[in-house]
Structure formats: C-alpha cells, structure tokens
C-alpha cells in the first residue's frame, strides 16, 4: 500500500519539526486532559522518544500550515504486551492550541489510518482520558470503537481519571 491521501500539508517530520512537535505537547499539559503527561517534557526526552520511534522505522509525520507546524501524528507498535502485539499500531496524535477546533484533527486522524496500513499494523488503537471530548470525536471520526475503559488509572494533580481505550482492525473484511 503507498500513500495517496495523505492531507495536505502532511509530511515526515525532519529533526527541525522536533521543537515545535514538543511545545505542541507540552501545550496540552495545561488542560489536565488532554496528555497523560504531567511534567513539561524537556528537549533531550522528546527528542529521544521520537528518534528512538523513527529508528525504528514507525512513521511520524507533521502537519503544516505557511510552512509551521501545527500537529503531529505518529503511529508505533500498541506499548502493552510487547512482541505479541506488535501487529497493532498506537496511534499519537496532537494539535496546537491555536488551531484546536478548526479541521485539523480529523484528516490527520484518518491519516493515521493509512500511516497504520502501510507500515502493516492489523489493528490501531488510541487511548482517551474522560472529558477529552475533541479525541473522542477524533476517534469516532477514525472508525474507531470502545474497547476498554480503566477506571480512574490516572491522575492529574488530585483529579482521578478513566481511560478509555478505542480501536479498530485495519484487515480487510
């Protein structure tokens, strides 16, 4: 399978992106539900997460818009469960603050999908924290199901929260 609908402005990132990628993440630590994070995440720390990523050969790729980058996505092997799972991809997905609400979200979601395909992942999965109500309209908008929920297995300052855990197969039916 190859790329062919990728949205406009979609590219693989370039060690250039990294910076403004981390700031879009760091951003959604203010929220309290938006990112599991809890701290910023420093420069050396993002950087080895995506190379360590992108070593690998999963794909990560960035959004832009005159020429700034306005999300990312990428998509690497589900974390839990090790090499038995590694047929499903986990699906990292963040927009800029700025551009929250304007159409971004859902065609770099759907891409996610075919950046899942390609790389050959039967199924894709993306973990929600409650009252993340834009990932869930994301999720939905990417076919995606409910297919777990944790109860309070999070916490943010003194607020407990549930997970939700959403996927779909990519197999052919």
């Known amino acids: ?21 981390r700031g879009i993440l760091n951003e959604t630590i203010e929220t309290g ?24 050969g999963f794909p990560i ?6 020429g700034e980058v ?10 839990w ?18 551009h929250h ?4 979200g859902v065609p770099l979601a759907r891409a996610a999908i075919d950046l899942a395909r390609c790389h050959g992942f039967e199924s894709i999965v993306v973990w ?7 990932s869930l309209r994301i999720a939905k908008a990417m076919g995606l199901e409910r297919w777990g929920y944790l109860p309070n297995v999070a916490r943010l ?7 939700h855990l959403y996927g779909r197969s990519l197999l052919p039916p």
């Open 157 to 163: 300052g003194d607020q407990p929260r549930s997970v």
């Open 70 to 79: 306005i999300g990312f996505v990428w998509v690497h092997s589900f974390c």
């Open 61 to 66: 790729y960035v959004l832009k818009r005159r």
């Open 33 to 56: 539900i938006n990112s599991a994070l809890t701290e910023q995440i420093s420069s050396e720390q993002f950087a080895y997460v995506v190379n360590n990523y992108h070593r690998q």
């Open 101 to 104: 609400g304007r159409g971004a």
């Open 128 to 134: 929600v924290l409650e009252g993340n109500d834009a």
């Open 81 to 98: 469960g090790g090499d038995a799972c590694r047929h499903t991809g986990e699906t990292v997905l963040y927009i800029r603050k700025d």
């Open 1 to 21: 399978m190859t790329l062919t609908t990728l949205p406009k402005g979609l590219q693989a990132f370039v060690p250039e992106d990294l910076e403004a990628m």
